[in-house]
């Protein structure tokens, strides 16, 4: 097979062929890392990585050697005649705020520029149980914070259908890796949207599983009760095998489920098959349906969306989630009171990097306030700040106390809907790509393009976004997001797989499929440059 | 620069002290508070460490049940409330002895509430302190200022050993106590001494004060007598023995009458003990307005505890100190002071087993206040710590009303023991200790000594009985010790022909 036909094979595909003997890992592991190299670009500025690349930009680290060597080991282990993992030689990509050991992890800050984890995170050790190979770590906005990677110390990542676009955020390296075929599967983490709204721009597949399902253990916090690591893929089956590897009880996670793990992958299979929404009521979320500032092709893929879930049999009615509407202001009070405690660690005494002040004594105070102004960006500094200010004395009660109550309200809200219906559905993102620095000087508008997803991290529901086909004024990804009450993740994967089996039905084939080449745009826009 | 201080008579003639205090308890479990690292003292720097209790990036906490476990046995010995469901929050402060920039605490949901403990001084008055709670939280690190003098403040460099970070602590706070007076000083040893006792008893905690397994914070502050507003406190922080745990509430009232006399008033702060010079220094400024930005520990659930498992608890507490020290005074029929000589001495638990063994309560206090004891003090340890078994003390004690031997070479018997020579038995075969009970041979010693001190034998005849010491003490002599001194005393009398 060809590096393309390769790189562009389903996780669950490429396990089929690994199993069958038609391919090895070690063939399947180079393509891919063979295609990264083509389509991260080059660096703009060699002395400044914060510039970025000429390409997508989506890998941090890529680690090479040791994919490979995972890679040849479960084929000799494969030829051998051992059990093996269904995903084992299927590569993976991680998300650079999951801790690995042997290679780098930054959080894509320059705090954490030269670190190297003493430990996996979970869901990593359960990759290598799995003997799936690592291909590296993903960009991300600095600590996850930001829904565009542009926040990112080493630079944006683009998004693959145009590069001058954003490929959303937090996770816009996991997304565009998936999404450009650089790996088929990859971990990432969202707080409030941060994996479902790089997958709704991209183009590609993105879950949030319910809080405590998937261990947290060795995920750098953000916001310790909204956090949650999931899987993107291309395709709803993929995102459900990932989500059976990294699920379970942690021991090492507080708040890690005791249920068990899926069945994820064979209720998608469900839902895709013919008739597999029949019954199913999905219940329209009428504050995100005509919510401030929604796309008109967004909105109007949506409504196709609905009539695509009518025509597979499911029932489409309009539900109220009255107290969604104080989502915003609960979560962004909630978020940074917990990241301001979260990154306090950053310090300079102890890991990362240092920064000594200027001139004048050199105190350890000093030395943490130099280190913390050198080694955050405007954004982490934005949130700490206004975390800080959350948590005061006199305060407390106003602002994270009064959020709290909020955040009891909207779980109602979502217990009373799950009353009526058996999933949510809305629009995952109320807009398609921005282009690159439109929303960064303006973090308002910013932190709009989170409303529904929001909701979803402060109840602590499982929700996952599918591609919705592409907005008709500018030809870019539109995402659906699906909501289901807590612990019923399975139900998620039948609904969304249903309705990516009847959209791709109408298109003849996935999203992704119209994907235009990166190697081209790349050399389009290097062209483009040099005139 | 020394603070003023009046005189504590003075001082109490003028104002009533209000103690408090914040003891903090190093538990004694295997592993820390939140992690699997071990919880151990004294070894190298760093090395009992885990990524969580250095608080690397993505680490979570977990609670250690064992930890919990004792907080609610601790309250439970404090008659508190043990909350059904209580909470951690995180402390926020930056500084480098605790490796995540905040400590993780109980705030406003502790496990214990509402408790009293009943304090003994030493002369037996009883005051009851009230608890107001007894909470969980983790240890911090062990900072080593290198340079200047031994402070932060000019200081070339610091070492930071996190060993320590994240052993559970049990912090107990009291509501607090008027109307000590002059025994203020007193009252504020024998609680520390009391929580001790207790936490010891419960086997929670190695309790030696020497390593920092409990720590005292002590609060002071004064009234005008007669007044009824509480005045402004000082908290004194970290002192680590008894004894200044006294000294220093005594030095606070002093300074607290000498600053209220002056006019002046006191400056709410912590401050620093100096053993070395008996006095207390300013440390920092210490107001209600500390900006720690609480709030509930986000990685943590909140701790349940259910009826069931609080009186399985409840039942493997073993008996309060206080009340098996009445029962005990009450079974050995023993005096007030002598009971608490028992106390101070520290042998309660040796007698209590030496009767247990097979001694009266009068043999038993007999051994370990009084050869023991010696014994002990003469080699510079406790008598507990002596290696003395109850079983030599009733061993001993057979022999000697057997008439196998008697005091003075039982207590011979006791050293040759505690140097391996075997049981006591054993060394009274080995070495032929044995009373000489041969009237023939005693009798020959007696000749044989009459003989030799003529002058005295005829004393004795002329009616000067007491003169027969001198004689007894060469016969004793002659037989190593090992005759009965009242039979040889009786002989000498009978052959001279006097009556006793």
């Given at each position: 097979m060809s590096r393309n036909e390769l790189v562009q094979l389903s996780a669950a595909a490429a396990a089929a062929k690994l199993a069958a003997g038609e391919v090895s890992s070690e063939e399947l592991t180079r393509a891919h890392l063979e295609h990264i190299a083509s389509t991260e670009g080059?660096?703009?500025?060699?002395?400044?990585?914060?510039?970025?690349?000429?390409?997508?930009?989506?890998?941090?680290?890529?680690?090479?050697?040791?994919?490979?060597?995972?890679?040849?080991?479960?084929?000799?282990?494969?030829?051998?005649?051992d059990d093996l993992h269904p995903l084992a030689g299927v590569p993976v990509a991680v998300k650079d705020n999951i801790v690995t050991r042997g290679m780098p992890t930054t959080a894509a800050s320059r705090m954490l520029e030269g670190w190297l984890s003493p430990y996996d995170a979970t869901v990593v050790a359960k990759l290598r149980e799995a003997r799936m190979p690592i291909l590296g770590k993903t960009n991300l906005d600095e600590f996850a914070m930001g829904s565009s990677t542009e926040h990112s110390?080493?630079?944006?990542?683009?998004?693959?259908?145009?590069?001058?676009?954003?490929?959303?955020?937090?996770?816009?390296?996991?997304?565009?890796?998936?999404?450009?075929?650089?790996?088929?599967?990859?971990?990432?983490?969202?707080?409030?949207?941060?994996?479902?709204?790089?997958?709704?721009?991209?183009?590609?597949?993105?879950?949030?599983?319910?809080?405590?399902?998937?261990?947290?253990?060795?995920?750098?916090?953000?916001?310790?009760?909204?956090?949650?690591?999931?899987?993107?893929?291309?395709?709803?089956?993929?995102?459900?095998?990932?989500h059976e590897v990294l699920g379970g009880h942690d021991p090492r996670d507080a708040t890690s489920l005791k249920d068990p793990v899926g069945p994820y992958a064979a209720q998608a299979a469900e839902g895709a098959a013919e008739g597999g929404l029949r019954g199913m009521r999905v219940g329209v979320v009428k504050e995100l349906l005509d919510a401030e500032g929604i796309q008109a092709g967004v909105s109007q893929r949506f409504r196709e969306s609905l009539e695509a879930l009518r025509a597979a049999g499911a029932e489409v009615?309009?539900?109220?989630?009255?107290?969604?509407?104080?989502?915003l202001g609960a979560y962004y009070l909630i978020m940074s009171s917990e990241v301001s405690s979260n990154l306090a660690k950053y310090d300079g005494v102890r890991f990362g990097s240092r920064t000594l002040p200027e001139d004048g004594p050199v105190t350890i105070e000093r030395v943490m306030a130099a280190t913390r102004a050198a080694g955050f960006n405007p954004e982490a500094k934005r949130r700490i700040i206004l975390g800080t200010y959350a948590l005061s004395a006199?305060?407390?009660?106003?602002?994270?106390?009064?959020?709290?109550?909020?955040?009891?309200?909207?779980?109602?809200?979502?217990?009373?809907?799950?009353?009526?219906?058996?999933?949510?559905?809305?629009?995952?993102?109320?807009?398609?790509?921005?282009?690159?620095?439109?929303?960064?000087?303006?973090?308002?508008?910013?932190?709009?393009?989170?409303?529904?997803?929001?909701?979803?991290?402060?109840?602590?529901?499982?929700?996952?976004?599918?591609?919705?086909?592409?907005?008709?004024?500018?030809?870019?990804?539109?995402?659906?997001?699906?909501?289901?009450?807590?612990?019923?993740?399975?139900?998620?994967?039948?609904?969304?797989?249903?309705?990516?089996?009847?959209?791709?039905?109408?298109?003849g084939g996935p999203l992704l499929d119209r994907l235009p080449s990166t190697e081209s745009l790349i050399s389009a826009r290097t062209e483009g440059a040099a005139k | 620069m020394?603070?003023?201080?009046?005189?504590?008579?003075?001082?109490?003639?003028?104002?009533?002290?209000?103690?408090?205090?914040?003891?903090?308890?190093?538990?004694?479990?295997?592993?820390k508070m939140f992690d699997a690292a071990p919880n151990a003292f004294g070894d190298v720097p760093n090395t009992n460490t885990t990524p969580v209790s250095l608080g690397l990036p993505g680490v979570l906490p977990m609670v250690n049940r064992t930890a919990v476990e004792s907080a609610i046995k601790l309250g439970l010995a404090l008659g508190c409330e043990i909350a059904p469901v209580s909470e951690f929050s995180r402390k926020n402060y930056f500084y480098p002895d605790t490796p995540k920039n905040f400590q993780t605490s109980q705030y406003d949901k502790p496990i214990a509430e509402n408790g009293s403990l009943d304090v003994e001084l030493e002369d037996g008055t009883v005051f009851t302190v009230d608890i107001e709670r007894a909470h969980m939280e983790e240890d911090a690190g062990k900072l080593s200022h290198m340079g200047g003098a031994g402070r932060i403040q000019g200081a070339s460099y610091s070492l930071v050993d996190y060993n320590r970070a994240g052993v559970p602590l049990i912090e107990i706070v009291t509501r607090p106590i008027r109307g000590a007076g002059e025994r203020a000083p007193e009252?504020?040893?024998?609680?520390?001494?009391?929580?001790?006792?207790?936490?010891?008893?419960?086997?929670?905690?190695?309790?030696?004060?020497?390593?920092?397994?409990?720590?005292?914070?002590?609060?002071?502050?004064?009234?005008p007598k007669g007044a009824d507003t509480l005045g402004t406190r000082t908290e004194t922080k970290n002192v680590n023995s008894m004894r200044s745990v006294e000294r220093a509430v005594r030095y606070e009232i002093c300074r607290h009458a000498a600053v209220l006399d002056s006019g002046a008033p006191i400056v709410q702060e912590t401050r620093h003990w100096h053993e070395d010079t008996r006095e207390t220094t300013s440390g920092r400024p210490k107001s209600d307005a500390d900006d720690y930005r609480y709030f509930p520990e986000p990685d943590l659930v909140p701790v349940v505890t259910d009826a069931e498992w609080i009186e399985r608890l409840r039942a493997e507490l073993p008996e309060p100190p206080?009340?098996?020290?009445?029962?005990?005074?009450?079974?050995?029929?023993?005096?007030?002071?002598?009971?608490?000589?028992?106390?101070?001495?520290?042998?309660?638990?040796?007698?209590?087993?030496?009767?247990?063994?097979?001694?009266?309560?009068?043999?038993?206090?007999?051994?370990?206040?009084?050869?023991?004891?010696?014994?002990?003090?003469?080699?510079?340890?406790?008598?507990?710590?002596?290696?003395?078994?109850?079983?030599?003390?009733?061993?001993?004690?057979?022999?000697?009303?057997?008439?196998?031997?008697?005091?003075?070479?039982?207590?011979?018997?006791?050293?040759?023991?505690?140097?391996?020579e075997g049981t006591p038995a054993e060394v009274v075969e080995k070495r032929g200790l044995a009373v000489v009970s041969d009237e023939g041979a005693l009798s020959t010693a007696v000749d044989e000594a009459l003989a030799a001190m003529p002058d005295v034998a005829e004393k004795i005849r002329g009616g000067k009985v007491q003169a027969a010491g001198a004689v007894v003490g060469q016969v004793m002599k002659a037989t190593r010790g090992q005759a009965d001194a009242g039979r040889v005393r009786e002989l000498i009398l009978q052959k001279l022909g006097v009556e006793g």
């Open positions: 080059e660096a703009l500025d060699a002395a400044d990585r914060s510039r970025g690349t000429s390409g997508l930009n989506s890998f941090l680290h890529v680690a090479q050697e040791e994919a490979l060597a995972t890679a040849r080991g479960v084929d000799a282990s494969r030829a051998a005649g110390a080493f630079g944006a990542t683009r998004n693959p259908w145009d590069l001058d676009r954003i490929p959303g955020g937090s996770g816009g390296g996991s997304a565009a890796a998936v999404a450009a075929f650089q790996a088929p599967l990859a971990l990432g983490s969202d707080t409030g949207g941060s994996i479902r709204q790089p997958a709704a721009v991209t183009g590609s597949v993105g879950v949030h599983p319910t809080y405590g399902s998937v261990s947290r253990y060795g995920a750098i916090a953000m916001a310790s009760s909204l956090d949650q690591i999931g899987p993107h893929a291309r395709t709803v089956r993929d995102a459900a095998l990932l009615l309009e539900v109220s989630l009255p107290n969604l509407r104080y989502s006199g305060y407390y009660d106003q602002y994270y106390g009064a959020a709290q109550k909020v955040r009891t309200l909207v779980m109602r809200d979502f217990e009373q809907a799950f009353g009526q219906v058996d999933v949510l559905v809305s629009p995952t993102s109320p807009t398609t790509a921005f282009p690159v620095g439109e929303k960064v000087e303006d973090p308002l508008a910013m932190y709009l393009n989170d409303i529904a997803t929001i909701p979803v991290n402060l109840a602590g529901v499982p929700a996952i976004s599918v591609p919705g086909g592409l907005a008709p004024e500018n030809g870019l990804p539109v995402g659906v997001q699906f909501v289901a009450p807590v612990r019923e993740d399975a139900r998620l994967y039948r609904a969304a797989a249903g309705l990516e089996a009847a959209l791709e039905a109408e298109w | 020394s603070d003023e201080t009046l005189s504590f008579d003075e001082a109490l003639a003028k104002y009533d002290p209000v103690l408090g205090f914040e003891v903090h308890v190093e538990l004694n479990t295997r592993t009252l504020a040893r024998a609680y520390v001494a009391a929580i001790r006792e207790i936490v010891k008893n419960l086997g929670i905690s190695d309790a030696r004060m020497e390593r920092g397994n409990v720590r005292c914070d002590a609060n002071v502050s004064l009234m206080a009340e098996r020290r009445r029962r005990l005074k009450a079974e050995w029929g023993y005096s007030e002071e002598e009971f608490r000589d028992v106390v101070n001495a520290g042998v309660m638990d040796q007698i209590e087993e030496t009767i247990a063994t097979g001694a009266s309560a009068a043999v038993a206090r007999k051994w370990w206040m009084g050869e023991i004891s010696r014994l002990a003090k003469q080699r510079e340890v406790e008598p507990g710590e002596l290696g003395v078994t109850p079983a030599t003390v009733v061993e001993l004690n057979q022999l000697i009303e057997k008439g196998e031997i008697n005091d003075k070479i039982a207590r011979q018997v006791l050293e040759h023991v505690l140097d391996d």
